[in-house]
C-alpha cells in the first residue's frame, strides 16, 4: 500500500463510488472552506495503482503558525479493515506533522448503531460500535456532542422503491392532513433563483431568530448556489397564492350555500343543517382571514423555505425556515413533501431530515424538531461521532486559548 496525494479528478473518481459519500467530502465544499480561509489537500492510499481510501482534508493555520487538519464527513475508508485504518492512520500521522499541523479531525459518515423511529437501539441490527473502540486504541480521541462541528445524530425516511399512498399512509395522521391542507390551499413549492437568495435567508433568519439557532450568512449560501451543480443544491421557496387560496373558499362557500339551501326544501334534520352553517362559517370566517393578508401582503406570499443538497444516494434537507404568522396553512409541510416526492422520481434510496438533537425527552427544548419530523415516519440514524488526533502538546495549548475566548 502506498499513502499519497491525489489529483483532484482521481479524489473525485473515487468519492462518487464511495457507500459513504457526501456532499461534504466534495471538492465544491472544500472550494467553500477556501472562501473562510481554508485550504484543501486530496490525501489517500493507494494498492495497486487503485485508490482504496481518500479523504478531502482542509486545513487552516492557527496559533504559532500551527495547522489543523479537518476532514469534513471524512475518512472515506472500509472501517472494518483495520490493517487499512491503521496504515491510513499513521501515515496521516506523518503528513499531518511534516506539514505544521498540531492534529488532524474527523467525522466518519458511518451508523454507530442502528435504532428506530423512536431512537431505541434496533435488536440485531447494524452494530459499529467496535470501530470507535478501534480509533480510541489507535489514539484518537472522542469529542462530546456539544462540541462537533457536524450533527451526529439525523432522522431519515427511505423512498426507494416506495409509492406516493404508502408513504403518506404510514404518516402520522396530523402530519397527513398538513401536507393535504397545504394541496388544498393552493401552496406554490418552487426553486429559488440567484437574485432570491436574501429572500431564502430572511426566512431562515426568522426561525432562527425564535429558537434561537446560528444562521448562515448570505456569501455561504452564494457560494453554495455557484459552486455546486444546480442539480446538486436547491433553494426552495413555499409562498402562498392568495387569489387561488380565495378562489378555492369562494367555491366552497358556494357548495356549502347550495347543500343549505337543497337541505332546507327537502326538509332535512336542523341537527344536519346546523351541522352546514357551522361548515359555512368557518369558510367565510376564512375568507376573511386570507382577504385581509391580501390587503397586507398583496397576491403572493413567500411564507417558508430550505435548503437542500441532493448529492449521492439521498437528498439532505439541511435548513429550513418559517414565517412564524404563516405556519397555519401548511408551508413547511409544502416543502418537505414537494422534496420527498423528488427524491422518489429521481432515484434516491432515502430522504434525510438531518439534525436532531439526539434527547427524546419530551420536555427537551428541542424536541419539537424532533417530534416535527418523526411525524413522516422514518427512524433515528446515529453517527459515530467525532474525533481528533493531538499530535503535540500545541493542540492542548490551543484549546486553552479557545476556552478562554468562548467565554
Known amino acids: 500500500m502506498k499513502f499519497c496525494e491525489l489529483e483532484e479528478n482521481e479524489y473525485r473518481n473515487f468519492l462518487d463510488k464511495s457507500p459513504q459519500r457526501t456532499f461534504m467530502q466534495t471538492p465544491e465544499m472544500g472550494k467553500i472552506r477556501e472562501k473562510s480561509g481554508w485550504k484543501v489537500v486530496y490525501l489517500g492510499?493507494?494498492?495497486?495503482?487503485?485508490?482504496?481510501?481518500?479523504?478531502?482534508?482542509?486545513?487552516?493555520?492557527?496559533?504559532?503558525?500551527?495547522?489543523?487538519?479537518?476532514?469534513?464527513?471524512?475518512?472515506?475508508m472500509d472501517y472494518q479493515n483495520k490493517e487499512l485504518v491503521d496504515f491510513f492512520t499513521d501515515n496521516l500521522k506523518k503528513y499531518v506533522k511534516e506539514h505544521d499541523g498540531y492534529v488532524f479531525r474527523i467525522d466518519p459518515y458511518v451508523i454507530n448503531v442502528q435504532r428506530n423511529s423512536a431512537g431505541e437501539i434496533?435488536?440485531?441490527?447494524?452494530?459499529?460500535?467496535?470501530?470507535?473502540?478501534?480509533?480510541?486504541?489507535?489514539?484518537?480521541k472522542t469529542i462530546t456532542q456539544k462540541d462537533m462541528k457536524q450533527v451526529k445524530w439525523m432522522y431519515v425516511l427511505d423512498v426507494k422503491d416506495k409509492s406516493e399512498e404508502e408513504l403518506l399512509k404510514k404518516m402520522r395522521s396530523f402530519t397527513r392532513r398538513n401536507i393535504q391542507k397545504s394541496i388544498r390551499n393552493k401552496i406554490i413549492v418552487r426553486e429559488a433563483q440567484y437574485d432570491e437568495l436574501p429572500l431564502v435567508k430572511e426566512i431562515l433568519d426568522s426561525t432562527c431568530e425564535r429558537k434561537s439557532f446560528a444562521n448562515r450568512n448570505l456569501a455561504y449560501f452564494q457560494n453554495m448556489y455557484n459552486f455546486f451543480n444546480k442539480d446538486d443544491v436547491k433553494f426552495i421557496i413555499a409562498e402562498i397564492d392568495v387569489n387561488s387560496m380565495l378562489d378555492e373558499l369562494n367555491k366552497q362557500k358556494a357548495e356549502i350555500d347550495e347543500n343549505i339551501r337543497i337541505m332546507i326544501d327537502q326538509k332535512a334534520k336542523e341537527e344536519k343543517i346546523s351541522k352546514a352553517k357551522e361548515d359555512l362559517e368557518r369558510v367565510e370566517k376564512q375568507i376573511i382571514e386570507v382577504q385581509e393578508l391580501k390587503n397586507q401582503y398583496g397576491d403572493?406570499?413567500?411564507?417558508?423555505?430550505?435548503?437542500?443538497?441532493?448529492?449521492?444516494?439521498?437528498?439532505?434537507?439541511?435548513?429550513?425556515g418559517n414565517k412564524q404568522e404563516f405556519m397555519h396553512f401548511g408551508t413547511a409541510y409544502a416543502i418537505q413533501w414537494h422534496m420527498i416526492k423528488y427524491?422518489?422520481?429521481?432515484?434516491?434510496?432515502?430522504?434525510?431530515?438531518?439534525?436532531?438533537?439526539?434527547?427524546?425527552?419530551?420536555?427537551?427544548?428541542?424536541?419539537?424538531?424532533?417530534?416535527?419530523?418523526?411525524?413522516?415516519?422514518?427512524?433515528?440514524?446515529?453517527?459515530?461521532?467525532?474525533?481528533?488526533?493531538?499530535?503535540?502538546?500545541?493542540?492542548?495549548?490551543?484549546?486553552?486559548?479557545?476556552?478562554?475566548?468562548r467565554h
Do not use: C
Open 300 to 320: 403572493i406570499i413567500p411564507a417558508s423555505s430550505g435548503v437542500f443538497m441532493t448529492f449521492g444516494y439521498e437528498v439532505v434537507y439541511l435548513f429550513g
Open 122 to 140: 434496533v435488536e440485531g441490527g447494524i452494530d459499529n460500535r467496535d470501530i470507535s473502540k478501534h480509533l480510541q486504541s489507535l489514539g484518537y
Open 45 to 76: 492510499v493507494k494498492e495497486d495503482d487503485k485508490v482504496v481510501t481518500a479523504s478531502m482534508f482542509t486545513f487552516i493555520a492557527r496559533y504559532f503558525g500551527k495547522k489543523e487538519y479537518y476532514a469534513p464527513r471524512g475518512l472515506l
Open 343 to 405: 427524491a422518489m422520481t429521481r432515484g434516491f434510496e432515502r430522504y434525510n431530515f438531518y439534525g436532531i438533537s439526539g434527547n427524546f425527552d419530551k420536555n427537551d427544548k428541542d424536541y419539537g424538531v424532533y417530534d416535527f419530523k418523526v411525524g413522516f415516519n422514518g427512524y433515528v440514524e446515529e453517527l459515530i461521532g467525532e474525533f481528533v488526533y493531538p499530535l503535540s502538546a500545541f493542540y492542548y495549548l490551543i484549546e486553552f486559548i479557545n476556552k478562554i475566548k
